[in-house]
């Protein structure tokens, strides 16, 4: 299995439910992906920003995702909503 772990930068002051549509649109249409598993937000207890997990069942069912025009439309729409841009971290499982 191949993980993602993604920080997300400080949103902008009042597009915190602009972000949490998107989130849940994006999902939706990752899903329609070959290999996708499951794409899961986190939401910081303290301080912080978001945090996403991203599965597939391999890097390069991923990488196919990541590079598609579709990836291309919802990055651009989200882009607006930060102060900064995604932080991603790429993993493999190899236990559990």
């Known amino acids: 299995m191949f993980i993602v772990i993604v920080s997300f930068p400080p949103i902008r002051t009042g597009k915190e439910s602009d972000f949490l549509q998107w989130f849940e649109s994006s999902n939706q249409?990752?899903?329609g992906f070959e290999g996708f598993i499951r794409r899961r937000l986190l939401e910081?207890?303290?301080?912080g920003t978001y945090a996403a997990?991203?599965?597939?069942e391999t890097q390069a069912a991923f990488e196919a995702m990541h590079?598609?025009?579709l990836?291309?439309?919802?990055?651009e729409?989200?882009?607006?909503?930060?102060?900064?841009?995604?932080?991603?971290?790429?993993?493999k499982v190899i236990a559990g």
Not at 44 to 47: D, G, N, R, T
Not at 71 to 75: E, L, N
Request: aromatic share 18%; no cysteine.
């Open 29 to 31: 249409a990752f899903s």
């Open 44 to 47: 910081p207890l303290k301080a």
């Open 53 to 56: 997990i991203v599965e597939f």
């Open 67 to 69: 590079g598609s025009p």
């Open 71 to 75: 990836h291309d439309v919802f990055g």
């Open 77 to 91: 729409n989200v882009a607006p909503l930060f102060d900064g841009k995604p932080s991603p971290a790429f993993y």
